[in-house]
């Protein structure tokens, strides 16, 4: 990250945060994983406060998302396994069915992307799932259905079954990028399951 004199940001002041923490705030290596994974390095690389606060927002967004992902599938995991959900696969509401194909999408365009190397790519199309097919979508018109319905009740397990299929994807994409992220989310998985 070398710069003109006096217009530098070291890797160091993202992760740990500079002598004002107000005007340099700590980041962290996720974040920091997520700008390089971002920028287009075939071109020039910005980065300055602005830059870093928008990752910030989009990791946030990113983190948002499978917490909601997490709290929502919880008491759904001792029923993993593939003849309790073929029913619910049959009950699978056109919502529900339309996300699984997106999800399909998403996946084979991430996995094209990585092939690549066009990391950007990767990273644009996670923030489109989640900040617009996810957030502005999907869980929009799902919060009723897992909050109201009956636990065992077939809208909710499918709409459970998608969330749990959505949860193991993004972990999948993102495990190249975020690594750290993808540990604190296996030790809650584990510690879940052990409840």
């Not at 996995?111 to 999907?138: D, E, G, M, R, W």
Request: glycine share 4%; hydrophobic share 40%; aromatic share 10%.
């Amino acid at each position: 990250l070398k710069k003109s004199l006096g217009n530098v940001i070291s890797p160091i002041t993202v992760l740990a945060g500079g002598k004002d923490k107000k005007k340099e705030p700590v980041y962290g290596t996720d974040l920091l994983r997520l700008w390089i994974a971002s920028v287009e390095y075939w071109n020039d690389v910005p980065l300055g406060t602005n830059i870093l606060n928008q990752t910030a927002e989009s990791l946030r967004k990113i983190r948002n998302t499978a917490r909601f992902l997490l709290g929502n599938i919880g008491d759904i995991y001792e029923q993993d396994n593939e003849d309790a959900w073929e029913d619910v696969r049959e009950h699978m509401d056109l919502p529900g069915r339309y996300m699984i194909n997106e999800l399909q999408k998403f996946e084979a365009e991430c996995a094209t992307a990585y092939v690549a190397y066009n990391f950007p790519k990767v990273v644009k199309t996670l923030q489109n799932l989640c900040n617009i097919t996810l957030s502005s979508f999907y869980f929009d018109i799902n919060k009723d259905n897992v909050y109201a319905n009956a636990l065992n009740g077939y809208e909710r397990r499918a709409t459970v079954f998608v969330l749990k299929e959505i949860l193991a994807i993004i972990v999948r994409i993102m495990a190249p990028i975020l690594p750290h992220w993808l540990k604190k989310y296996t030790i809650q998985c584990i510690t879940r399951a052990k409840d």
